[in-house]
């Protein structure tokens, strides 16, 4: 298993106009493939709070967009789903049997699409680029070890933490009554939600640094 970071083409009109007109920065956080060649994003946007009515507005009225559902926070994000033809780059993903885990677009030009596969799925995911005429570059390739991804364990005990309010604050549950609920010694616990979270923010960080590289 390998993760490759590529930069192609946006992958919608939507996206661009966010992107252009209003200088924020969006993340495709997961995708669904719909009948008729249909994607839903669920996608996080990130813009100055002032200009959200006035983004939303443009999204509403985007023709290429066939479904949109929005919340909004205070601090400039906008999240929800966007309902909209598959591009260009989403078939070829789709197609490679490559699975698509991140797009993040912080400038015109660009876009970083993060994807997890085989060798054979991403070496058929650059051949579908190049038979399509798709510009792209491979930014970050990288071999996974088993010691890079969550467990199936290590994910059910920190959604179950996740679900229940450990992560809150402040806390609605404490480390003692989790372990009791997933009947797991409090010190096996302390350590399968450490390295958990060291896992996800290790990844988290790498991505936020490539992001962060292209935009010096």
């Known amino acids: 298993m390998l993760e490759a970071v590529l930069q192609c083409p946006q992958p919608h009109r939507w996206i661009e106009l966010a992107v252009g007109r209003y200088a924020a920065t969006v993340e495709i956080l997961d995708s669904k493939i719909l009948p008729n060649d249909v994607v839903q994003h669920i996608f996080d946007i990130q813009v100055k709070p002032e200009l959200m009515e006035e983004l939303l507005a443009e999204l509403r009225k985007d023709e290429g967009i066939l479904g949109l559902e929005t919340t909004r926070s205070k601090s400039g994000h906008i999240r929800g789903t966007a309902a909209s033809r598959r591009c260009t780059v989403c078939k070829q993903v789709d197609k490679s049997k490559c699975f698509l885990t991140s797009v993040v677009v912080s400038s ?56 229940r309010g450990y992560y809150d604050f402040p806390k609605r549950i404490g480390l003692k009554e989790l372990a009791g609920l997933t009947g797991i010694r409090t010190s096996t616990l302390a350590e399968i939600l450490r390295r958990g979270q060291k896992k996800i923010l290790g990844e988290y960080l790498a991505r936020r640094s490539l992001l962060h590289g292209h935009r010096s």
């Open 108 to 163: 015109r030009e660009r876009a970083q699409w993060t994807v997890l596969g085989s060798d054979g799925s991403f070496k058929e995911l650059l051949d579908g680029l190049e038979k399509g005429d798709i510009p792209y570059e491979v930014r970050l390739k990288k071999s996974l070890e088993d010691s890079d991804l969550l467990t199936t364990r290590q994910e059910q005990i920190l959604s179950i933490a996740y679900e």
